[in-house]
């Protein structure tokens, strides 16, 4: 029986390297969310693989926009926008979404099965998340200044590349959406909304590794963990090709 959980990835275009990857999935529906609309994406030699395109204004209208634009104040629509609008108001009918940006290493779809298991029933699994009233007593305010949230502090970020999102938790981004005509910057959206309406979450060794900048070995790999960012999508084929792991 398929899991009631599914696959997301977040990408300008599609690449054949998360395409052949995502189609041999048995055990989840997966979609690829696309930023670009200058062409239809069609694969039919990938058939399992779900390719989500959605106009910029579509998504806008209905309130989801402004997720990065904290930082890339040209961009008020992204693959993230248009992947919480689709999952929000689309289609709603996973228990669990599981995101990941295009750049996030992992083994195959038993590494985010096994989490599955153990964390059944959190509403955000994520990297470790940060108060906004720690980061106000450095002299390094991170990206706070640049955006506005329409909740009560406290308010709270974590790095988002890789992340699964509950039924509950998605609910209640498509109610800010709607109530505000927008979201916020994706970093603080998904912990400060979950840890605003007391919803569960978790920040496993697993996502220790979705960090802003690194540069990834082959030593530093294995099957379990979440790795962030690699970039040379030939590396995700070659690491999961390691001697080691067979």
């Known amino acids: 029986m398929r899991s009631k959980n599914c696959v997301c990835i977040l990408t300008v275009q599609p690449s054949e390297i998360w395409l052949s990857f995502l189609d041999k999935f048995v055990n989840y529906d997966v979609f690829i969310v696309c930023d670009s609309n200058k062409t239809k994406f069609t694969y039919s030699e990938f058939p399992n693989v779900k390719i989500i395109q959605i106009v910029n204004s579509e998504a806008a209208n209905a309130g989801f926009t402004n997720s990065s634009s904290a930082i890339s104040p040209l961009q ?50 994520c990297n470790k998340i940060t108060p906004k009233s720690d980061d106000m007593k450095s002299t390094w305010f991170w990206h706070w200044p640049l955006f506005t949230i329409n909740l009560s502090e406290p308010h709270f970020r974590a790095m988002v590349c890789a992340t699964r999102m509950s039924k509950r938790l998605l609910a209640h981004i498509a109610n800010y959406a709607h ?28 996502f220790k590794n979705v960090i ?28 999961r090709l390691l001697d080691r792991f067979i």
């Open 212 to 239: 802003y900048r690194h540069d990834w070995v082959a030593e530093d790999i294995n099957t379990t963990h979440f790795y962030h960012p690699m970039k040379n999508l030939n590396s995700h084929v070659d690491n």
């Open 76 to 125: 008020t629509v992204n693959a993230w926008d248009k992947a919480l609008y689709y999952f929000c108001k689309l289609n709603s009918s996973y228990e669990n979404v599981w995101f990941f940006e295009d750049d996030v290493y992992f083994y195959n779809e038993f590494t985010i099965a096994r989490l599955d298991e153990i964390y059944k029933d959190r509403d955000l699994l």
């Open 179 to 206: 109530q505000n005509k927008t979201i916020f910057y994706l970093e603080t959206l998904f912990p400060t909304i979950a840890l605003h309406y007391n919803l569960t979450y978790e920040t496993p060794d697993e």
